[in-house]
């Protein structure tokens, strides 16, 4: 019974994190060899007009640091430019508006003059190794992706629990399964404590 409970869970705890196992050990590969990996950054600018009917939205708004972009101000840029500035707090003065907007593999930024209603949008691609190894830490990926980090790890942590009682209930049959664990275990310590300072 153990063993068919411990089958089915290891199964199914397999599958759940297979695409994640497969991701962040692509990704940890290309972030161990960071330096050999050249990627050449691709920025692109745009230049917009304001409509009118927004640009007095703006004299209206809070001015203080922190305030958030009118809604109407920010679903007419996310339909002209394709950035989604959300709810990210923008930098205000008397002559403009600037709002960043981090994303993974790459970041934007646009200003807004609050005068004449141009705005200067400016998007920075690092390609996709760089958005895979921001995924891979979680960088500028939002709540869903944090969510399915701990999802995913948890998933891990069943696959390997269940793999242990397995390799218990299984060992009388393979006599190399405690020193091939032992060495599991051991390998990684060593080299942290022999040679990481």
């Known amino acids: 019974r153990w063993l068919k409970l411990l089958h089915q869970w ?13 991701l962040f050990s692509v990704t940890g590969f290309t972030l161990n060899h960071a330096a050999d990996i050249e990627a050449t950054p691709t920025v692109t600018n ?19 640091d922190g305030a958030v972009l009118p809604r109407p101000v920010r679903q007419w840029l996310h339909q002209v430019s394709g950035i989604d500035v959300a709810a990210r707090a923008a930098e205000w003065s008397e002559s403009e508006i600037y709002v960043t907007v981090p994303q993974p593999g790459g970041d934007a930024w646009l200003s807004i003059d609050r005068a ?5 949008v400016e998007r920075t691609s690092r390609g996709w190794v760089a958005y ?8 500028n990926t939002g709540r869903a992706w944090f969510w399915f980090i701990d999802l995913f790890a948890l998933a891990c942590l069943v696959f390997a629990v269940t793999g242990l009682f397995l390799l218990y209930l299984h060992a009388r049959h393979r006599p190399a399964t405690w020193p091939m664990v032992a060495l599991g275990l051991s390998a ?4 942290v404590v022999l040679f990481v300072h």
């Open 132 to 139: 895979l190894n921001d995924l891979h830490k979680g960088r």
């Open 10 to 22: 290891h199964s199914i705890s397999s599958a759940l994190s297979l695409a994640g196992l497969l």
């Open 188 to 191: 990684p310590l060593l080299l």
């Open 116 to 120: 004449t209603g141009e705005v200067e």
């Open 46 to 64: 745009q230049t917009l007009a304001l409509p009118a009917d927004l640009r007095a939205l703006l004299g209206q708004s809070a001015e203080s």
